[in-house]
């Protein structure tokens, strides 16, 4: 289980490729494994959250934390599942990075305490272990320091935070997975040579680290909504620790409005996540839905908070966002939606934070507000443009556009270039089945 630093550092192989645990579901063993499995996905993030406060080190925790995985899965099988799965690991990764330190004698001088304390064999699972201090907030303001560029912030909080692997960011970031890698390899070593502190930043200084925060925690909410891979569309573990986070960042600026139209913006968009596949997965569009399904108290709470963020006056790219998923969320059903409506708010944000993404959001309410031709001309100058060229939703939304105009074997092309470039099991079944329906209508 030992790894070669040097070569991630440098930018080799993924050190965690092979043995990154697919969110612990690929730990050997069958109940242990199971645990561990469970422990991975729920306390990935605050296990390295706690290294990095003890060592700095983004590397040395990444990789510590990963070794006491590791053991847990070799461990807990025989011995039991700990009472504090958390504490367990985190001793055990503890041991891990001093046992690397001490043998890394280049390092001696960083820990004059820690190297005259006796190395501990991996803690008794029986054991009860001190309660483990929540640092995630603290680690997300770490990798979203002004120091780092936003997009290596995002993949470095997606990585440390949340647990994706390279590949997974690299799909979310629509990059090659070696450039992924290269980023957040140099992102990691900016917060070592900079020597940028573990800490909650000073009163003065948290709104200008807001906006960066904000990106990040949103960034982990679309990977949990629409997952880039893997069978479940929906991941819900991501989902709910990006609105636990977001809850934390209200909590630590109550007068600011963003924050809160954040969390109102995944609470409307969350309270639909029942009713958005299958019993086997697959995906059921918007205007098929069981709005009963829907979880109204969730949507009252996103209300709530967006009526809390529009008190301060200053509307923000995710207070119209939200704005946009209440439209939504209140219809009682797709055709009483208000897609005007829907479209011009569309259209402010296009002017608050434009992006392409925005501009093809855009274009399917004007499709659905004034007719398909009227959002096909949008699609076909965005596609032009080649921004999105890689993106499947864009010849998904511009396959559905073609379809509704009556023109199958356009659409047949267009879902073809769509399914090319999906990842997504749910996704790919959903194109694969309007693939078929188009070829069965050209004959």
């Known amino acids: 289980m030992r ?3 040097r070569r991630h550092r440098s930018g080799g192989p993924d050190p965690l490729g092979p043995q990154r645990l697919d969110r612990g579901a690929a730990i ?10 469970a422990a991975f996905r729920e306390h990935w993030g605050r ?31 025989a ?28 390092l001696r001088e960083r820990l004059p305490a820690l190297a005259a304390a006796p190395a501990r064999p991996d803690p008794d699972p029986f054991e009860e272990h001190d309660v483990v201090p929540d640092d995630r907030l603290e680690l997300i303001f770490t990798c979203c320091h002004p120091a780092l560029a936003a997009e ?7 990585r440390l935070v949340a647990g994706l692997t ?40 948290l709104a200008e680290r807001l906006d960066h925060a904000a990106a990040v925690v949103y960034l982990v909410f679309n990977e949990g909504y629409s997952a880039s891979s893997g069978a479940d569309v929906v991941r819900r573990d991501l989902c709910d620790e990006s609105i636990r986070l977001a809850r934390l960042l209200v909590s630590l600026l109550p007068s600011e409005p963003e924050p809160r139209g954040l969390l109102a913006l995944m609470l409307l968009h969350h309270a639909r996540a029942a009713a958005r596949t299958t019993a086997a997965g697959e995906i059921v569009l918007l205007e098929d839905q ?9 949507i009252r709470s996103g209300s709530a908070e967006l009526r809390l963020a529009e008190r301060a006056g200053v509307t923000g790219p995710y207070q119209l966002q939200a704005a946009i998923a209440e439209q939504h969320a209140c219809a009682g059903t797709f055709a009483e939606t208000d897609w005007s409506r829907v479209a011009a708010l569309y259209a402010q944000l296009a002017r608050v934070a434009p992006s392409p993404v925005v501009d093809l959001n855009h274009a399917a309410a004007v499709s659905l507000a004034d007719g398909p031709a009227h959002g096909l001309v949008l699609v076909d100058a965005l596609a032009a443009s080649g921004a999105l060229d890689r993106y499947h939703l864009l010849h998904a ?36 089945r309007r693939r078929a329906e188009m070829q069965a209508l050209i004959g």
């Open 79 to 106: 011995d039991g599942t700990p009472d504090s799965p958390l504490g367990w690991i985190v001793a055990t990764a503890g041991n891990v990075a001093v046992d690397r330190l001490r043998r890394e004698r280049a």
């Open 28 to 37: 050997g063993g069958a109940v242990g494994a199971d645990a561990a499995a």
């Open 397 to 432: 939304a511009r396959a559905d556009m073609l379809r509704r105009l009556g023109r199958p074997a356009d659409a047949l092309a267009a879902y073809t270039r769509a399914l090319e470039l999906a990842h997504g099991d749910a996704d790919r079944a959903f194109l694969e």
């Open 166 to 205: 390279t590949a997974e960011i690299a799909r979310a970031f629509l990059v090659p997975e070696p450039s992924m890698a290269q980023r957040l390899v140099r992102a990691k070593a900016k917060i070592r040579m900079a020597g940028i502190p573990f800490r909650r930043p000073p009163g003065h200084l």
């Open 3 to 5: 790894v070669d630093r």
């Open 290 to 298: 069981d709005r009963g399904r829907w979880d109204a108290g969730m």
């Open 152 to 158: 290596a912030s995002v993949a470095l909080t997606l």
């Open 47 to 77: 296990a390295v959250a706690a290294l990095m406060r003890r060592f700095g080190d983004a590397d040395l925790a990444e990789e510590s934390v990963q070794e006491a995985f590791g053991r847990a899965a070799a461990r807990w099988p």
